[in-house]
Each structure stands twice: as structure tokens, then as C-alpha cells.
T-cell receptor, first 112, second 113 residues
Framework: GENVEQHPSTLSVQEGDSAVIKCTYSDSASNYFPWYKQELGKRPQLIIDIRSNVGEKKDQRIAVTLNKTAKHFSLHITETQPEDSAVYFCAASIGTGNQFYFGTGTSLTVIP | NAGVMQNPRHLVRRRGQEARLRCSPMKGHSHVYWYRQLPEEGLKFMVYLQKENIIDESGMPKERFSAEFPKEGPSILRIQQVVRGDSAAYFC???????????FGPGTRLTVT
């Protein structure tokens, strides 16, 4: 089955700096890659996703890149703010009606 | 449009008791997924259901765990004879039949004493 690895497990950045979280996957059939943000005690919230037919997607301060050949994808947060502090999870799926395989999460702390 | 609903939000059970967790998907969503999250870990898939059918239960332990999604009413994850190792947050997610995106409920935090 699919194996998703996520790095780093913890990340601290100064407010205003950028944060990058990286994930790799093993199954070349995976074609959908969502990113979730989870605040303490709350539900995972979908923040951005990318499908295998594109290499990059951007939504305001958040961007995701995908390298299908290398089987890795990354989350980029620019101009970080304290409210970006949370645990971020990447996931991979072979598409509609299939389970998500999650990474182990990155705890991001933005220092004011 | 209400999001995914789960209840109870917190559940305390003694070892050996039964736990019933409920999930109501978003309106119009016919696919339900259950995930378990152990403290400070990622989410692990348990089971995927459509109305009245279990599609994939490969992540669910064979014993003590069962799930259903009846024609009417919420999806239910049932854990019989709970043990301390069952203590975790259980999240359900729902999706449209035509969409990749899964939206998560607030979770049920199960504590087994």
C-alpha cells in the first residue's frame, strides 16, 4: 500500500518568514494530494490540494508543489502569522472513493 | 449547509464496555470515512462506507470493531469490549460521490479507563 512520509516533524519560524513542509509518497497511482491544518483539539481542515495533472497551485499565502517523477510534494506558507501555528498533515490518495494515507504531521510554531 | 457532525464529542468508557460513535455527513454527501488518531500521531484509515454498504474495511481491526451507514440516520462506529488502547480521537469524513475532497467532523475523543 501507499506510504507517506512527512518532514520535518516540528518547525519554528519567525513571524513573516516562510515555512516549507515536505512529503514523499510511494504509490505512483496516487493522484490527489490534500493538505490539512489541525489546531489543538479541533478537526483537520482542508487548506489546499493538488491533483497530479498540475505541478503547482497557489492560494494567497499558501502554495503546494508536486513532483510526480520524484514522488514528492511540498507545502509553502509565506509571510507566516501566529495564527498559522498548528499541526499540518499531508495526504495522498488514488482518487475519488479511496482512503487518504496521511503523513505523521508537522507541528508549526510561528514566533511573534 | 451544516458541516460533518459527530457525537458525542467526548466519551468515557470503562474497559469491557461498548462505545458507539455517530457521524452525520454533510448534506448531499454519500461517502463516509472513519479515521483514528492516536495522541500526537497522524490519522489512520479505518473504514469507508456508502449508504448501506461497507466498501473498504481494510484498516479496521477484525475483532470488536464494526461500522454501518444505514439508509436512514448517521453512520455508526461501534467498538465492543473496549480496551485502554482504544483511547483515541475518532474522526469521520464525508465526500460527494464525484469528488476527491473529504471534509472532517469535529471528532469523538474516546477515553477508556
Amino acid at each position: 500500500g501507499e506510504n507517506v512520509e512527512q518532514h520535518p516533524s516540528t518547525l519554528s519560524v519567525q513571524e513573516g518568514d516562510s515555512a516549507v513542509i515536505k512529503c514523499t509518497y510511494s504509490d505512483s497511482a496516487s493522484n490527489y494530494f490534500p493538505w490539512y491544518k489541525q489546531e489543538l483539539g479541533k478537526r483537520p481542515q482542508l487548506i489546499i490540494d493538488i491533483r497530479s495533472n498540475v505541478g503547482e497551485k497557489k492560494d494567497q499565502r499558501i502554495a503546494v508543489t508536486l513532483n510526480k517523477t520524484a514522488k514528492h510534494f511540498s507545502l509553502h506558507i509565506t509571510e507566516t502569522q501566529p495564527e498559522d501555528s498548528a499541526v499540518y498533515f499531508c495526504a495522498a490518495s488514488i482518487g475519488t472513493g479511496n482512503q487518504f494515507y496521511f503523513g505523521t504531521g508537522t507541528s508549526l510554531t510561528v514566533i511573534p | 449547509n451544516a458541516g460533518v457532525m459527530q457525537n458525542p464529542r467526548h466519551l468515557v468508557r470503562r474497559r469491557g464496555q461498548e462505545a458507539r460513535l455517530r457521524c452525520s455527513p454533510m448534506k448531499g454527501h454519500s461517502h463516509v470515512y472513519w479515521y483514528r488518531q492516536l495522541p500526537e500521531e497522524g490519522l489512520k484509515f479505518m473504514v469507508y462506507l456508502q449508504k448501506e454498504n461497507i466498501i473498504d474495511e481494510s484498516g479496521m481491526p477484525k475483532e470488536r470493531f464494526s461500522a454501518e451507514f444505514p439508509k436512514e440516520g448517521p453512520s455508526i462506529l461501534r467498538i465492543q469490549q473496549v480496551v485502554r488502547g482504544d483511547s483515541a480521537a475518532y474522526f469521520c469524513a464525508s465526500s460527494l460521490s464525484t469528488s476527491d475532497e473529504q471534509y472532517f467532523g469535529p471528532g469523538t475523543r474516546l477515553t477508556v479507563t
